[in-house]
Structure formats: structure tokens, C-alpha cells
């Protein structure tokens, strides 16, 4: 277990907290805040708890350069809005200047501060001197509440720690105890369900669930690279080749832990990568090698929804189809209704299946939705990531 910022006295002390504020931004706006929400337990507590408080984060790629397109001042703004406060934007190119300290050395009890784009420093990435040293020196106290950048070892997630106390905010925390559930205490039964469409991405995810896990379903793009491995028709649909021994292999390690493993029964078709092009619902075995699969067919939908409604502990990664398009976004919205109707432990790992249940209107009705895509999956391939390995460890 890893301390968080309850385990640390934080009045009146300068505390760096590295958020995740990578948010998606059309024309300057923010178009989805939740990531900006789910750091706010974190910062509440500590304007609560009367400390100096100092955001960071980093947004999109500005390739170690300052751009403007990559600013964070509207996240100074929206976060303003949620707190009900005032944000002081410390908006130099340099990310931490003179200027900068001085408006730190400034900061009053419950005051907060966010810094600018992290990565407009070429040494963020690389968790290179002297950017480490310049951000610590603004600090007394490190707090990572960073998920979806927890499997980076940048400056900002977990080059900090060598000079500071290392305690966690509370999203890290829900997220380990999560995550962490899955992988040690699960209720059992236990089923996972992958969708997407790169095999490659998921293997091993899978090979370090399968021990763990009573049932896996496999749908979305990467079930016809499993249909090829199999030698059926898979006609236009995407495969992963490279992956498709891996594949193979993950069927027979399946049946060999006596792991109930489920692919679609049928396929929705189309004939072109349109949401408007000719559709038609074929068995696994009898797609048509003119047209490609982009969705789950209907009785697929009937048995994956009741092998959900039986499970009481559900972990979901990937879509069933192309659910950007309304005409293949029925299985994956039927995946999601029937975690949103399971009683039990539902989480999703973050990516595409977090940004479906908002799709669908069903986010709330998770236990758990991570913040983290690349963070979770790598989580649950048993990997140590390096912004929560830094980390103090309670005693």
C-alpha cells in the first residue's frame, strides 16, 4: 500500500501535485472535463487542509517545445469554474522560471497554482536535468494523482520523488484498490472481456489474466484476427497478422486453464467503412470475403449479455464494433448496458470502452472507469509503473 496525502501534513506546505488534464480540446474548448473532475477530491482536500498547492500536467505532443495550441489555460479556466475559485495560471513557455517562483513564493494557505504544459520542456520525456530539479525546488511535497501517466517515467510523474516525499492522490489510490482487486481478490465468477481491434496490444493482458479469470470474451476487430488463426473467412475485415500465432497460442492456453473463451457466433458486415454502407448479419463461419466485419451480430449480443449478468466481477477493455458509427454501435452498447445492469464489481480500463459508456449515458453506473488506457492494461500485465513504484510505502 502506498501513502496518499492523508498520510502526510500538508498545512501551509508547498505540495506539487501532477494531474492528468490531457483533456480533448476543439477550437481552444475542452469537449470532455472528466478528467479534470476526477483530480478534484485531490486538490478539495488539500485548499481544504491549508496547503500551497502547485498543478502540473502535461496535454497532447508539443514535442518538447512550447506551442500555444497545447496550452492549459482553459483547464486553469474549467478548473476555476468546478472549484469555484480563482486558478493562478503561471503561463511562461519555460514552464518554471523566475517568474514562476516568485508567484510561488507567493501562494497563501488553500491557493492554487497550475503550471504550464510540462511538455513544452524537452527533458519532461526524457526525465532529464535540470527541468527535474526546477519543478522540485518549487515544492515541499510530491503528490502523484497522475493515472494515465503513471506507466511514463517522466519529470513530472517520477523524476520529482528522488528529491521530495512521494505520496499518492486519491484517483491513484481508487485506481490501485480497483485494478489492484481484480488481479488479487476478484468475486468470483470473474469475466474479462476484450474488444478493439490490434491483438498484439491485448496479449499480454491476456496471458496474465487467463490464470486469474473463470471466462473471457473477445470481440470488436481483434476477434477476426482469432477467426483467421482458426482458418475462416474473415473477407475484408481488419486482422492483426503479425499477432495471429499469438492468437493461435492464447485459444490453446485458454483451453488448457480451463478458461471458457467466447467468440462473436456472428459478424454485422458492411460493404464499405460507412456508417450508411449495405449491412447484413452473417454466422462466424459464412462471411462474405467481399465485405468486413464491423460489429457483433445479435445473437452474439444475447450471450455475452447473459455470461455478463451471471459474473460478479466484470473487467471490460475495447469495443465490439466501429461504435462511432450509430449502425455498428449496438453490441458495444449492449456490453455496456449489461455491465451498467450487473450488481456486481464492473470496471472499465479506460480508452475507447470508457469514452462508450459516456457515449451510451452509462459512466455512472460503473463501479470503476479508469483514467488510464495504456496505464490500466499495463497494470494488468503485472508491470511496475514507475509514477506509483516512487512512491512511499505505508508502514
Request: with cysteine.
Amino acid at each position: 500500500m502506498k501513502k496518499t496525502v492523508k498520510d502526510i501534513d500538508v498545512k501551509g506546505k508547498r505540495v506539487l501535485v501532477r494531474c492528468d488534464f490531457n483533456v480533448p480540446m476543439e477550437n481552444g474548448r475542452i469537449t470532455d472535463d472528466v478528467r479534470i473532475v476526477s483530480a478534484l477530491p485531490t486538490i478539495k482536500y488539500l485548499m481544504e487542509n491549508g496547503a500551497r498547492t502547485i498543478l502540473m500536467s502535461h496535454m497532447g505532443r508539443p514535442k518538447g517545445k512550447a506551442d500555444i495550441r497545447y496550452t492549459l489555460r482553459p483547464v486553469a479556466e474549467r478548473l476555476g469554474q468546478l472549484l469555484k475559485k480563482e486558478i493562478i495560471f503561471a503561463d511562461s513557455p519555460l514552464v518554471v522560471d523566475k517568474s514562476v517562483e516568485t508567484a510561488v513564493s507567493k501562494l497563501a494557505e488553500g491557493d492554487v497554482m497550475l503550471l504550464e504544459n510540462t511538455r513544452f520542456r524537452e527533458e519532461e520525456t526524457k526525465n532529464e536535468e535540470p527541468f527535474t530539479g526546477q519543478l522540485a525546488a518549487l515544492g515541499e511535497i510530491f503528490v502523484n494523482d497522475a493515472f494515465g501517466t503513471a506507466h511514463r517515467a517522466h519529470c513530472s510523474t517520477a523524476g520529482i520523488a528522488s528529491y521530495l516525499p512521494a505520496v499518492s492522490g486519491f484517483l491513484i489510490e481508487k485506481e490501485v484498490k480497483f485494478l489492484g482487486r481484480l488481479l488479487e481478490e476478484p468475486q468470483r465468477p470473474f469475466l474479462a472481456i476484450m474488444g478493439g481491434a490490434k491483438v498484439g496490444d491485448k496479449i499480454p493482458v491476456i496471458e496474465n489474466l487467463l490464470p486469474k479469470v473463470d471466462e473471457l470474451i473477445i470481440g470488436g476487430g481483434m476477434s477476426y484476427t482469432f477467426f483467421r488463426a482458426q482458418g475462416l473467412e474473415t473477407g475484408r475485415s481488419i486482422l492483426d497478422e503479425e499477432n495471429m500465432e499469438l492468437a493461435r497460442g492464447l485459444l490453446k492456453k485458454a483451453a488448457d486453464a480451463g478458461v471458457k473463451m467466447l467468440l462473436p457466433v456472428d459478424t454485422v458486415c458492411a460493404s464499405e467503412f460507412s456508417n450508411d454502407a449495405e449491412r447484413e448479419v452473417f454466422g462466424k463461419d459464412t462471411m462474405p470475403a467481399d465485405m468486413m466485419g464491423m460489429d457483433i451480430g445479435p445473437e452474439t449480443v444475447k450471450i455475452y449479455k447473459a455470461d455478463i449478468a451471471r459474473a460478479k466481477t466484470v473487467f471490460w477493455n475495447g469495443p465490439m464494433g466501429v461504435f462511432e458509427m450509430d449502425n455498428f454501435a449496438r453490441g458495444t452498447q449492449a456490453v455496456a448496458e449489461a455491465m451498467a445492469e450487473n450488481e456486481g464489481i464492473t470496471v472499465i480500463g479506460g480508452g475507447d470502452s470508457a469514452a462508450a459508456a459516456e457515449k451510451f449515458g452509462l459512466a455512472g453506473k460503473m463501479s470503476h472507469i479508469s483514467t488510464g488506457g495504456g496505464a490500466s492494461l499495463e497494470f494488468l500485465e503485472g508491470r511496475e509503473l514507475p509514477g506509483i513504484a516512487v512512491l512511499e510505502d505505508k508502514k
